[in-house]
């Protein structure tokens, strides 16, 4: 998946990319919907790790997983 960084502009299927990878890491991190400071942070993460070239749902998430450790 191609995103050119400077672009600023994100295509629906890198959005849905991203929202997907950020459910799986609130899920993981136990984050509730009030916990809005901390999801704020935690979706810079994620697009700034799609940005630095983890374009790969799997990839992106392992960069950001608590539990990439545990898989390595």
């Known amino acids: 998946m191609a995103f050119t960084k400077h672009s600023g502009i994100f ?10 990878v950020f459910n799986q890491l609130c899920d993981e991190r136990r984050l509730a919907l ?4 901390q999801r704020e942070q935690l ?5 700034e790790a799609f ?4 374009t790969a749902e799997a ?6 997983s608590k ?5 390595a």
Do not use: M, N, Y
Request: aromatic letters at 6%.
């Open 11 to 20: 295509t629906p299927v890198e959005l849905e990319l991203l929202q997907r």
């Open 34 to 37: 009030k916990d809005g400071d």
């Open 43 to 47: 979706a810079c993460h994620v697009i």
């Open 51 to 54: 940005q630095d070239g983890f």
């Open 59 to 64: 990839e992106l998430w392992q960069s950001l």
């Open 67 to 71: 539990r990439r450790a545990a898989r």
